[in-house]
């Protein structure tokens, strides 16, 4: 189990930093977003956050259920951003809110992860 949680703590840091270090990369740009950092990025977030809460679980560990719902829910509109903004994308439509909203949140969780 030990492993297993720190291959999920591993790829929970990687999809931080693709979404994150994507958006700060991309902050100043108007148009041609790269997109797939962000949306690979988020997938990651949930599957290995969900991954994290179950292993912690099984180990019985003292789990803040109220702190990762909130996360949850928060990487949840991340991800629904993400693909947002690669939809408009394809359509020639405006990114840019949709990028911002979700390298934004993902900074909240951090925060969230970090000071809750
Ligand atoms: C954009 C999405 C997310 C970001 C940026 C994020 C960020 C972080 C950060 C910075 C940490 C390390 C801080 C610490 O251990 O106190 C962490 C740990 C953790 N996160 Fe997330 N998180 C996200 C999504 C999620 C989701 C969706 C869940 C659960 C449903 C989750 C569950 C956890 C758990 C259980 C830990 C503790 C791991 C451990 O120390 O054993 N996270 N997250």
Do not use: C, E
Request: net charge positive; aromatic share 8%; proline share 2%.
């Amino acid at each position: 189990m030990d492993i297993l949680h720190s291959i999920l703590f591993a790829a929970h840091m990687l999809g931080l930093a693709a979404i994150i270090g994507s958006f700060f990369v991309q902050l100043r740009r108007k148009s041609d977003f790269v997109l797939g950092p962000t949306l690979y990025g988020a997938i990651v977030q949930v599957a290995t956050g969900v991954g994290l809460v179950g292993v912690g679980q099984a180990t019985g560990d003292d789990i803040d259920m109220i702190k990762v719902t909130v996360k949850l829910g928060i990487a949840v509109i991340v991800l629904v951003a993400a693909i947002l903004a690669v939809v408009t994308q394809r359509k020639g439509g405006k990114v840019q809110p949709w990028f911002h909203a979700a390298g934004g949140l993902a900074v909240v969780n951090v925060l969230v992860a970090v000071f809750w």
